[in-house]
């Protein structure tokens, strides 16, 4: 991946709500807070929460915090917002630009 520019177009973007539908969190819902393309993985509030030791500095108070990590893309799908159910995303041109849609209800996402 050293002369690769190419990002991966992926169906989950930041801010959307997404349902686990595999592994130790499955049927957790939570919002996506931050994406890594190249890695094809997702950081999801309230998901694959891990515990992290934190030295005392003038600016944090040290101890124990839990932090969220990433979790596979491949594990995750987007909740229809029409019916709060999880939904594949597909993609259709309006008015000259591509835009993603719910394929359970066939509504525009953001």
């Known amino acids: 991946m050293a002369n690769n520019r190419y990002t991966p177009k992926l169906k989950i973007k930041k801010g959307d709500k997404v349902k686990v539908i595999a592994g130790s969190y499955k049927g957790t819902e939570g919002d996506v807070l931050e994406i890594f393309p190249h890695k094809n993985r997702a950081v999801v509030e309230g998901v694959n929460v891990m515990k992290k030791h934190q030295k005392p500095t003038n600016e944090n108070p ?21 019916s709060g159910n999880a939904t594949r995303v597909g993609r259709k041109e309006v008015d000259g630009k591509l835009e993603r849609y719910s394929v359970k209800s066939g509504e525009i996402i953001k």
């Open 62 to 82: 040290g101890g124990i915090s839990e932090i969220s990590t990433s979790i596979h893309i491949s594990n995750l799908m987007l909740v229809d917002p029409k």
